[in-house]
């Protein structure tokens, strides 16, 4: 296990390797931020965006929570998409999701150790008994929550598309490209998720002007 003295040692180390190699590179980080992707994505330690994708400091604008959720009432995560929509114009955003998520397995084991995670994880039981008939075919235990996950990222896509930020974006025809990602964390790729945007949009999901 790392000792917290060592983060601090290997921030240093880490400064040290990027001047060696261009002694400008934090003057020019400093300067301003244009990252072309706003990313939504599990607290989870071992989903740090920036290194599954061989990312440098600068390419994603982040907002985590347990088991990436998007709310109509949540501040935060509001506040970070207003701001990469508006102010940032990020090209992308991406929702993603993983496999193997403590908080989709807490949510299907009814998780009744806590009482606040109890409720943050609510509608992601209530996606599985919406879902009921599609996961009890699912015979394996792994499968049925991987399922589980995919459908989440699904579920949070709509609500991102049925956000007033997002659907005045859409409208106006600038808009951000939306993706749904799992990561699979068993072999570290990340997964495209199908985005059935031609039903959503004869739901009414899907503003009509959005095209992918
Ligand atoms: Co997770």
């Given at each position: ?8 040692e ?23 931020q ?24 600068g ?33 992308h ?43 009890n ?27 007033a ?46 095209n992918?």
């Open positions: 296990m790392r000792q917290y003295e060592d983060i601090l290997d921030n240093l180390e880490w400064v040290g390797k990027k001047l060696s190699l261009d002694k400008d590179y934090f003057k020019r980080l400093s300067e301003g244009k990252p072309p992707f706003l990313y939504i994505g599990c607290s989870d330690s071992r989903m740090p965006i920036d290194t599954f994708t061989q990312s440098e400091p390419s994603f604008f982040i907002h985590r929570n347990i088991a990436n959720q998007i709310f109509s009432n949540d501040m935060n995560c509001l506040a970070t998409l207003e701001y990469a929509v508006d102010v940032l114009e990020v090209e955003i991406i929702v993603s999701g993983h496999y193997n998520c403590g908080g989709i397995k807490a949510a299907h084991d009814k998780c009744r150790k806590s009482n606040i995670l109890s409720s943050w994880l609510m509608p992601i039981k209530k996606i599985e008994v919406e879902h009921k008939e599609e996961l075919e699912i015979e394996d235990e792994d499968e049925r929550l991987d399922r589980l996950t995919e459908l989440n990222v699904l579920e949070q896509l709509k609500h991102l598309f049925e956000l930020i997002v659907r005045n974006k859409i409208e106006s025809g600038k808009y951000p490209k939306i993706h749904g990602w799992i990561l699979d964390i068993r072999h570290g790729e990340i997964i495209e998720i199908e985005v059935p945007i031609e039903e959503w949009k004869s739901k009414g999901i899907i503003p009509t002007e959005y992918k």
